[in-house]
Each structure stands twice: as C-alpha cells, then as structure tokens.
C-alpha cells in the first residue's frame, strides 16, 4: 500500500496566522489517465470528514479560498491563510490514485 | 441537498456480527459509488471498500476482506455494511461517504463498540 507521510503532527497556529502542511506519499501519485488523485480534509472534533481540496488543487464546493492546495508526484502541501477559530481541528490528506486508498497519518492545527 | 444519515451506536458481543446502514437522499443513487471507512478515536482513517449501486460491484481493502460486506438496496437509496466475526480490534467509529475513494459527503459516522 502506499504510505501518505504527514507532517508536522501538531501545528500551533495564531488566529489570522498562516499554516502549511506537507505530505508525502511513498510513491507517485501520477494516474496512469495523466490525473493525480491527491485530496485533503478537515475533521473537527467529533465530526466526521469534511473535502476541502480534491485533486491537489481544486476546492470542493462553499471552502474558502483561504484554503490552498499546490504539489506534484510525491509532495503535496496545503495551505491555509488567516487562520480562523473554525478551521482548528485534524487535517488529512488522502490519495486514491493506487488501490486501496490510503490516508496520511494527520496534523492537528491548534491555538498557539 | 446531498445527506447520509447512518444509523446509531451498537454495542455487539465478541463474535457477533452487525448490520450497519447509511441512508441517502438528494443526489441519484443508483448511479453513484459508496465508500466505507473505519477510524479508531484518536487514529487516522482507513479505507474499507466501495460498492457502486448501479450493479452492486464491490472493491475491498485486503485487510478487511472477509470482515467486511456492502450492498445496497437502490429502491431505497440505502447502502449497508455488515461487520462479522467481530472482535475488540472492530471496535471504531464507522463512516460512509460518497464516492469511489475519495467521498466528498459523508455520513455522521456510527460508533461500534465490541465487548462482553
């Protein structure tokens, strides 16, 4: 399976401060349609997953575009401006380019 | 709008098997893929399988073939997931959400709990 590898596991943040998070997988994500199917999501505490960015770049409908997705082949980053109270929580990212999907292990963003 | 209302919390004996549903409303169903997943509180997520309505075909995770099954029911709009032969290891909170691999809308998640 492929292994997703994120980084860091915790991220101290101040309100209306920047936050990136990296993640690698082991092998590329480059489907054989030219396609890469790496996405990311947030899932605050006792909630269940919310899509913020499907396939690297693109944000699923009503995400503020504070959220940003950018990488290729094995490095993929999210980035999130002007932090907000509403954004703290769990962030994962997914691929599913190779069977069977496989998340990475998650970053918890919270209040410096 | 799209919804995926799962059915409540079980409390099952070790051994037992259990019959878990996500109820669908607002998109077609029968034209749409199903994904499972299973996370254990205070751990990352993992992948199960999908059932794609249309025909019922099915693809699973290795490690959870033989544990898990999907079907649906497309006259309902319903996909069901039954766990069996169940241990304290399947004790976690299980998610449904639509979609091949990635689900853009999930369900709210039921919690299994696995003990004597």
């Known amino acids: 399976d492929v292994v997703m590898t994120q980084t860091p596991v915790s991220l101290p943040v101040s309100l209306g401060g920047q936050a990136s998070i990296s993640c690698r997988s082991s092998?590329?994500?480059?489907?054989?349609?030219?396609?890469?199917?790496l996405h990311w999501y947030l899932q605050k505490p006792g909630q269940s997953p919310q899509l913020l960015i499907y396939?690297?770049?693109n944000r699923f409908s009503g995400v503020p575009d504070r959220f940003s997705g950018s990488g290729s082949g094995t490095d993929f980053t999210l980035k999130i401006s002007r932090v907000e109270p509403e954004d703290l929580g769990d962030y994962y990212c997914?691929?599913?380019?190779?069977?069977?999907?496989?998340f990475g292990g998650g970053t918890k963003l919270e209040l410096k | 709008q799209v919804k995926l209302q799962q059915s409540g919390a079980e409390l099952v004996k070790p051994g037992a098997s259990v019959k878990l549903s996500c109820k669908t409303s607002?998109?077609?169903?029968?034209?749409?893929?199903m994904s499972w997943f299973k996370q254990i509180p205070g751990q990352s997520i993992e992948w199960i399988g999908m059932?794609?309505?249309?025909?019922?075909?099915?693809g699973y995770n290795q490690k959870f073939k033989g544990k898990a099954t999907l079907t649906v029911d497309t006259s309902s709009s319903t996909a069901y997931m039954d766990l069996s032969s169940l241990t304290t290891e399947d004790s976690a909170v299980y998610f449904c959400?639509?979609?091949?691999?990635?689900?853009?809308?999930w369900g709210q998640g039921v919690m299994v709990t696995v003990s004597s």
């Open positions: 607002g998109y077609t169903f029968s034209t749409s893929y």
């Open positions: 092998q590329s994500l480059v489907h054989s349609n030219g396609n890469t199917y």
């Open positions: 059932i794609y309505a249309g025909d019922g075909g099915t």
């Open positions: 396939r690297v770049s």
């Open positions: 997914l691929q599913s380019t190779h069977f069977p999907p496989t």
């Open positions: 959400a639509r979609g091949p691999g990635a689900g853009d809308y």
